[in-house]
Protein backbone atom coordinates (compact mmCIF):
# COMPACT_ATOMS: atom_id res chain seq x y z
CA UNK A 1 0.00 0.00 0.00
CA UNK A 2 1.44 3.81 -1.22
CA UNK A 3 1.74 5.65 1.95
CA UNK A 4 2.87 9.32 0.44
CA UNK A 5 3.18 12.11 2.89
CA UNK A 6 1.27 14.96 1.74
CA UNK A 7 0.57 18.00 2.79
CA UNK A 8 -0.22 21.84 1.92
CA UNK A 9 1.42 24.37 4.16
CA UNK A 10 -0.85 26.94 3.26
CA UNK A 11 -3.63 25.45 3.80
CA UNK A 12 -2.34 23.36 7.10
CA UNK A 13 -1.23 26.55 8.50
CA UNK A 14 -4.53 28.20 8.03
CA UNK A 15 -6.32 25.39 9.78
CA UNK A 16 -7.46 24.24 6.42
CA UNK A 17 -5.50 20.61 5.78
CA UNK A 18 -6.94 17.44 7.04
CA UNK A 19 -5.57 13.72 6.33
CA UNK A 20 -7.97 11.67 5.77
CA UNK A 21 -6.72 8.73 4.68
CA UNK A 22 -6.68 6.68 8.27
CA UNK A 23 -9.83 7.84 8.65
CA UNK A 24 -11.59 6.26 5.70
CA UNK A 25 -11.63 2.65 3.80
CA UNK A 26 -8.98 1.97 1.41
CA UNK A 27 -7.46 5.54 2.01
CA UNK A 28 -3.68 4.23 1.25
CA UNK A 29 -4.99 2.47 -2.11
CA UNK A 30 -7.09 -0.73 -3.02
CA UNK A 31 -6.52 -1.13 -6.46
CA UNK A 32 -2.97 -1.10 -7.25
CA UNK A 33 -0.10 1.62 -6.85
CA UNK A 34 1.84 3.65 -9.39
CA UNK A 35 5.12 5.40 -9.65
CA UNK A 36 4.63 9.36 -8.94
CA UNK A 37 6.48 10.04 -11.62
CA UNK A 38 3.08 8.09 -13.67
CA UNK A 39 1.02 11.60 -12.93
CA UNK A 40 0.60 14.10 -15.79
CA UNK A 41 -2.38 15.77 -15.07
CA UNK A 42 -4.67 16.94 -12.47
CA UNK A 43 -8.69 16.77 -13.05
CA UNK A 44 -11.15 18.35 -10.80
CA UNK A 45 -14.61 16.91 -9.92
CA UNK A 46 -17.42 18.05 -8.33
CA UNK A 47 -19.84 16.11 -6.20
CA UNK A 48 -23.16 16.31 -7.21
CA UNK A 49 -24.06 15.96 -3.27
CA UNK A 50 -24.75 18.61 -1.18
CA UNK A 51 -22.70 20.57 1.10
CA UNK A 52 -23.02 19.58 4.90
CA UNK A 53 -20.51 22.10 5.82
CA UNK A 54 -18.65 19.32 7.79
CA UNK A 55 -15.47 17.53 6.33
CA UNK A 56 -16.50 14.33 7.99
CA UNK A 57 -20.08 14.61 6.45
CA UNK A 58 -18.67 15.61 3.50
CA UNK A 59 -15.91 13.03 2.94
CA UNK A 60 -18.50 10.77 4.55
CA UNK A 61 -21.41 11.16 1.91
CA UNK A 62 -18.48 10.04 -0.88
CA UNK A 63 -17.05 7.42 0.47
CA UNK A 64 -21.07 6.04 0.96
CA UNK A 65 -21.02 6.88 -3.08
CA UNK A 66 -17.98 5.52 -4.13
CA UNK A 67 -18.84 1.80 -1.79
CA UNK A 68 -22.21 1.38 -3.46
CA UNK A 69 -19.96 1.53 -6.48
CA UNK A 70 -18.45 -1.38 -5.38
CA UNK A 71 -15.43 0.27 -5.31
CA UNK A 72 -12.80 -0.05 -1.80
CA UNK A 73 -12.73 3.25 -1.10
CA UNK A 74 -12.90 7.12 -2.12
CA UNK A 75 -12.52 7.14 -5.95
CA UNK A 76 -10.90 10.48 -5.25
CA UNK A 77 -7.40 11.73 -4.37
CA UNK A 78 -8.52 14.95 -2.26
CA UNK A 79 -11.66 16.38 -1.68
CA UNK A 80 -12.47 20.67 -1.40
CA UNK A 81 -14.69 20.15 1.55
CA UNK A 82 -17.41 22.18 2.25
CA UNK A 83 -16.41 23.08 5.28
CA UNK A 84 -15.10 26.64 5.72
CA UNK A 85 -12.41 27.79 8.20
CA UNK A 86 -11.24 31.28 9.05
CA UNK A 87 -7.46 31.26 8.57
CA UNK A 88 -4.88 32.69 10.46
CA UNK A 89 -4.40 35.60 7.57
CA UNK A 90 -7.91 36.42 7.98
CA UNK A 91 -9.00 34.67 4.31
CA UNK A 92 -11.60 31.45 4.44
CA UNK A 93 -10.58 28.38 3.56
CA UNK A 94 -12.24 25.20 2.54
CA UNK A 95 -10.98 22.57 4.09
CA UNK A 96 -9.02 19.95 2.18
CA UNK A 97 -9.19 16.05 3.03
CA UNK A 98 -6.37 14.00 1.88
CA UNK A 99 -8.68 10.92 0.89
CA UNK A 100 -6.28 8.52 -1.09
CA UNK A 101 -2.65 8.21 -0.83
CA UNK A 102 -1.28 10.15 -4.60
CA UNK A 103 0.50 7.09 -4.89
CA UNK A 104 -2.46 4.64 -5.76
CA UNK A 105 -4.58 3.96 -8.43
CA UNK A 106 -8.20 5.25 -7.80
CA UNK A 107 -11.29 5.53 -9.70
CA UNK A 108 -12.37 8.91 -11.32
CA UNK A 109 -10.96 9.38 -14.83
CA UNK A 110 -10.69 6.94 -16.88
CA UNK A 111 -9.88 8.72 -19.73
CA UNK A 112 -11.99 7.61 -22.62
CA UNK A 113 -11.70 10.26 -24.79
CA UNK A 114 -7.89 9.55 -25.15
CA UNK A 115 -6.87 13.14 -24.45
CA UNK A 116 -3.96 14.35 -23.71
CA UNK A 117 -2.02 11.91 -24.74
CA UNK A 118 -2.89 9.81 -22.06
CA UNK A 119 -3.58 5.93 -23.26
CA UNK A 120 -7.41 5.90 -23.46
CA UNK A 121 -8.98 4.20 -20.43
CA UNK A 122 -6.11 4.16 -17.95
CA UNK A 123 -6.61 8.09 -16.50
CA UNK A 124 -6.29 6.76 -13.48
CA UNK A 125 -2.80 5.94 -13.70
CA UNK A 126 -1.98 9.52 -14.89
CA UNK A 127 -4.20 11.96 -13.02
CA UNK A 128 -4.36 12.98 -9.25
CA UNK A 129 -8.11 13.58 -9.14
CA UNK A 130 -9.49 16.31 -6.76
CA UNK A 131 -13.39 16.58 -6.24
CA UNK A 132 -15.56 19.96 -5.14
CA UNK A 133 -18.28 19.00 -2.73
CA UNK A 134 -21.45 20.59 -4.37
CA UNK A 135 -23.70 20.77 -7.06
CA UNK A 136 -21.84 22.81 -9.59
CA UNK A 137 -23.53 21.98 -12.38
CA UNK A 138 -25.83 24.61 -10.26
CA UNK A 139 -24.43 26.39 -8.24
CA UNK A 140 -20.59 27.78 -9.11
CA UNK A 141 -18.02 26.96 -6.02
CA UNK A 142 -17.58 29.40 -3.06
CA UNK A 143 -14.69 31.82 -2.91
CA UNK A 144 -13.16 29.49 -0.44
CA UNK A 145 -13.44 26.70 -2.41
CA UNK A 146 -11.60 28.17 -5.26
CA UNK A 147 -9.11 29.55 -3.45
CA UNK A 148 -8.49 26.29 -1.33
CA UNK A 149 -8.20 25.08 -4.89
CA UNK A 150 -5.78 27.08 -6.08
CA UNK A 151 -3.45 26.40 -3.66
CA UNK A 152 -3.96 22.76 -3.47
CA UNK A 153 -2.89 22.73 -7.18
CA UNK A 154 -0.12 24.92 -7.08
CA UNK A 155 1.60 22.62 -4.79
CA UNK A 156 1.17 19.70 -6.79
CA UNK A 157 2.06 21.54 -10.06
CA UNK A 158 4.71 23.68 -8.98
CA UNK A 159 5.94 22.81 -5.71
CA UNK A 160 6.76 19.13 -6.31
CA UNK A 161 9.16 18.57 -8.98
CA UNK A 162 11.24 15.97 -7.39
CA UNK A 163 8.48 14.05 -6.66
CA UNK A 164 5.87 14.62 -9.20
CA UNK A 165 8.49 15.80 -12.21
CA UNK A 166 5.97 15.05 -15.03
CA UNK A 167 2.99 17.24 -13.33
CA UNK A 168 5.43 20.02 -13.24
CA UNK A 169 3.88 23.07 -15.62
CA UNK A 170 1.61 25.98 -15.36
CA UNK A 171 -1.89 25.20 -14.10
CA UNK A 172 -3.21 26.14 -16.84
CA UNK A 173 -1.63 23.05 -18.93
CA UNK A 174 -1.99 20.62 -15.85
CA UNK A 175 -5.18 21.15 -14.61
CA UNK A 176 -8.40 19.90 -16.30
CA UNK A 177 -11.73 19.66 -15.34
CA UNK A 178 -13.35 15.74 -15.93
CA UNK A 179 -14.85 16.77 -18.61
CA UNK A 180 -11.59 16.96 -21.04
CA UNK A 181 -11.19 13.38 -19.98
CA UNK A 182 -14.31 12.13 -20.26
CA UNK A 183 -18.07 12.69 -22.00
CA UNK A 184 -19.51 14.34 -18.78
CA UNK A 185 -21.01 17.38 -17.71
CA UNK A 186 -18.42 17.41 -14.50
CA UNK A 187 -17.54 19.24 -12.86
CA UNK A 188 -20.00 22.00 -13.46
CA UNK A 189 -19.16 25.19 -15.06
CA UNK A 190 -15.18 24.43 -15.79
CA UNK A 191 -14.74 27.61 -18.11
CA UNK A 192 -16.16 29.53 -15.72
CA UNK A 193 -14.18 27.90 -12.59
CA UNK A 194 -10.55 27.56 -14.17
CA UNK A 195 -9.55 31.17 -14.78
CA UNK A 196 -10.58 31.64 -11.52
CA UNK A 197 -8.69 28.99 -9.88
CA UNK A 198 -5.62 29.27 -12.19
CA UNK A 199 -5.72 32.96 -11.44
CA UNK A 200 -6.20 33.56 -7.93
CA UNK A 201 -4.06 35.87 -6.26
CA UNK A 202 -4.78 36.61 -2.37
CA UNK A 203 -7.03 39.82 -1.40
CA UNK A 204 -5.01 42.91 -0.70
CA UNK A 205 -3.93 42.93 2.36
CA UNK A 206 -5.60 45.91 4.52
CA UNK A 207 -4.67 47.72 7.77
CA UNK A 208 -5.18 50.47 9.45
CA UNK A 209 -2.60 51.80 12.25
CA UNK A 210 -3.02 54.97 14.19
CA UNK A 211 -0.28 57.34 14.57
CA UNK A 212 -0.07 60.20 17.21
CA UNK A 213 2.05 63.12 16.52
CA UNK A 214 2.64 67.02 17.69
CA UNK A 215 2.05 69.40 14.84
CA UNK A 216 3.17 73.32 15.08
CA UNK A 217 0.55 75.63 15.19
CA UNK A 218 1.47 78.69 12.76
CA UNK A 219 0.38 81.89 13.93
CA UNK A 220 -1.74 84.28 12.06
CA UNK A 221 -1.03 88.35 11.60
CA UNK A 222 -3.48 90.80 11.15
CA UNK A 223 -2.73 94.56 11.53
CA UNK A 224 -5.61 97.31 13.63
CA UNK A 225 -6.09 100.49 12.71
CA UNK A 226 -4.46 102.36 15.93
CA UNK A 227 -5.11 105.75 17.09
CA UNK A 228 -2.85 106.56 19.68
CA UNK A 229 -0.12 105.77 17.28
CA UNK A 230 1.28 108.75 14.77
CA UNK A 231 0.50 108.22 11.21
CA UNK A 232 2.76 106.57 9.08
CA UNK A 233 4.22 104.46 11.56
CA UNK A 234 3.33 100.53 12.06
CA UNK A 235 4.11 99.44 15.83
CA UNK A 236 3.80 95.70 17.19
CA UNK A 237 1.50 95.39 19.99
CA UNK A 238 1.50 91.85 20.11
CA UNK A 239 4.02 89.51 19.31
CA UNK A 240 3.33 86.30 17.63
CA UNK A 241 3.68 82.69 18.76
CA UNK A 242 3.46 79.20 17.39
CA UNK A 243 0.90 76.90 18.87
CA UNK A 244 1.39 72.99 19.30
CA UNK A 245 -1.33 70.07 18.60
CA UNK A 246 -1.41 66.56 18.94
CA UNK A 247 -2.57 65.41 15.84
CA UNK A 248 -4.18 61.70 15.44
CA UNK A 249 -4.09 60.04 12.13
CA UNK A 250 -5.49 56.97 10.66
CA UNK A 251 -2.78 55.09 8.47
CA UNK A 252 -3.85 52.49 5.91
CA UNK A 253 -1.28 50.17 4.76
CA UNK A 254 -2.02 47.76 1.49
CA UNK A 255 0.01 45.07 1.26
CA UNK A 256 2.67 46.50 3.72
CA UNK A 257 2.45 49.74 2.20
CA UNK A 258 1.08 53.02 3.08
CA UNK A 259 -1.86 54.08 0.62
CA UNK A 260 -3.57 56.74 2.80
CA UNK A 261 -3.76 58.43 5.36
CA UNK A 262 -6.28 60.87 7.49
CA UNK A 263 -6.86 62.94 10.48
CA UNK A 264 -9.06 61.01 13.10
CA UNK A 265 -8.61 63.76 15.71
CA UNK A 266 -6.66 67.04 16.90
CA UNK A 267 -6.18 68.15 20.61
CA UNK A 268 -4.55 71.31 21.28
CA UNK A 269 -1.76 71.73 23.46
CA UNK A 270 -0.85 75.22 23.33
CA UNK A 271 -3.10 77.89 20.79
CA UNK A 272 -0.84 80.07 18.78
CA UNK A 273 -1.09 83.91 19.66
CA UNK A 274 -1.57 86.03 17.16
CA UNK A 275 0.37 88.94 15.66
CA UNK A 276 -1.22 92.19 16.07
CA UNK A 277 0.41 95.02 14.46
CA UNK A 278 -0.92 98.83 15.21
CA UNK A 279 -0.95 101.16 11.76
CA UNK A 280 -0.99 104.75 13.18
CA UNK A 281 -3.31 106.78 12.29
CA UNK A 282 -3.19 109.65 14.95
CA UNK A 283 -2.62 113.04 13.32
CA UNK A 284 -1.95 116.55 15.57
CA UNK A 285 -4.35 118.72 15.24
CA UNK A 286 -3.67 122.04 12.97
CA UNK A 287 -3.35 125.35 14.77
CA UNK A 288 -5.75 127.74 13.49
CA UNK A 289 -4.22 130.44 11.22
CA UNK A 290 -5.15 133.48 12.80
CA UNK A 291 -5.18 136.46 10.40
CA UNK A 292 -2.26 139.26 11.55
CA UNK A 293 -4.12 142.13 13.58
CA UNK A 294 -3.93 145.10 11.52
CA UNK A 295 -3.71 148.61 13.25
CA UNK A 296 -6.83 150.08 12.35
CA UNK A 297 -6.92 153.09 9.93
CA UNK A 298 -7.77 156.31 10.88
CA UNK A 299 -9.84 157.90 8.80
CA UNK A 300 -8.06 161.47 8.01
CA UNK A 301 -9.88 164.22 9.39
CA UNK A 302 -12.06 166.54 6.32
CA UNK A 303 -12.83 168.96 8.09
CA UNK A 304 -12.01 171.75 10.70
CA UNK A 305 -13.95 170.37 13.46
CA UNK A 306 -12.66 166.37 13.18
CA UNK A 307 -9.16 167.90 13.11
CA UNK A 308 -9.42 169.21 16.64
CA UNK A 309 -10.68 166.21 17.58
CA UNK A 310 -7.40 164.71 15.86
CA UNK A 311 -4.77 166.33 17.20
CA UNK A 312 -6.34 166.31 20.79
CA UNK A 313 -6.49 162.94 20.32
CA UNK A 314 -2.54 162.98 19.45
CA UNK A 315 -1.65 164.53 22.27
CA UNK A 316 -3.37 162.83 24.75
CA UNK A 317 -1.71 159.35 23.28
CA UNK A 318 1.86 161.35 23.46
CA UNK A 319 1.06 162.20 26.54
CA UNK A 320 0.27 159.33 28.08
CA UNK A 321 2.80 156.75 26.00
CA UNK A 322 4.36 154.80 28.20
ZN1 LIG B 1 -15.92 13.76 -12.40
Request: with cysteine.
Amino acid sequence: MANTPFYVPKLRDNGAWADYRNLVTGGFGWRYDRALTKVRFVANHHSVTQPTFNTKKDVDNILAIHRANGWGGIGYHFIITSEEVNGKDGLRYARVAYVGDIGSVRAHTPNTKGALGLKAGFGNEDIIATCMIGMLHQKNPTDAQIRSAYWLYRELVTQEPTRLPNLKGTLNAKLHGHSTFDPTACPGNWNWQKPRIVNYTDPPKIEKKTEVRLATIPFTAKTVDAPDIPKGEERVIQEGADGEKQVTWEVTYTNGKETSRKIVSEKIIRPAVEKITGIGSYVEPEKPVEPPVEPPVEPEPTNPWEWLVYIIKKLYEALTRK
